[in-house]
């Protein structure tokens, strides 16, 4: 996985979306309303102070016709019939703490679905993961350790190989269980 700190990621993507939005001659109000936020949210983001969902991340991408890629690194993919990505290579963003993903499609062009990689921390009694949710489908396949999945009112416990394909428009969360990390493969079809 590529090593950055997550606030120079942040402040990287932010400046992007900061130029999209103004190559785009669109104010920031009028970004936040399409984005369903206040212009103070969507500032948060835009200044970097604020980490990324995922979903605002696809949903920009879509908004301003780029692809993921061009927000997380500033460069287009250029593979078009194959990719390769070697481990280690996948490009990292953190979501919040105890909570990682690795692109490892990333340079595909028009990829219909998005393959991470997820490490997960334990979640604790004092700091469970956040719901989120967002348009599409979801699938997680558990690689290694166990996976509890808060979907809506229900969670489930997943073990190494076990897997969960969802409608992500319900308020969902990953979090490792048994008191140790744990990484899965999640594949997000927009």
């Known amino acids: 996985m590529n090593e950055n700190n997550?606030?120079?990621?942040?402040?990287?993507?932010?400046?992007?979306?900061?130029?999209?939005?103004e190559v785009c001659d669109m104010e920031r109000i009028e970004l936040a309303e399409t984005l369903g936020l206040t212009e103070a949210e969507y500032a948060r983001y835009e200044d970097g102070e604020k980490d990324f969902p995922v979903s605002f991340l696809y949903e920009l991408a879509a908004l301003f016709k780029v692809d993921l890629t061009e927000l997380l690194t500033g460069t287009a993919p250029r593979l078009a019939n194959c990719s390769i990505v070697r481990k280690g290579e996948g490009i990292a963003v953190d979501r919040y703490e105890g909570y990682d993903f690795e692109s490892i499609a990333?340079?595909?062009?028009?990829?219909?679905?998005?393959?991470?990689?997820?490490?997960?921390?334990?979640?604790?009694?004092?700091?469970p993961p956040e719901l989120v949710s967002h348009s599409g489908q979801e699938f997680n396949y558990v690689l290694e350790g166990q996976i509890t999945v808060r979907f809506g009112e229900r969670s489930f416990l997943l073990n190494e190989g076990d897997c969960f394909y969802f409608d992500?428009?319900?308020?969902?969360?990953?979090?490792?269980?048994?008191?140790?990390?744990?990484?899965?493969?999640?594949?997000?079809?927009?």
């Open 6 to 21: 997550g606030a120079g990621v942040n402040k990287d993507i932010a400046a992007r979306i900061r130029e999209l939005r």
């Open 106 to 127: 990333y340079k595909f062009i028009g990829r219909r679905v998005e393959p991470m990689i997820v490490t997960v921390g334990p979640e604790t009694e004092n700091d």
């Open 168 to 190: 992500p428009t319900v308020p969902h969360a990953q979090s490792a269980a048994g008191g140790k990390g744990a990484r899965f493969l999640t594949v997000i079809m927009p």
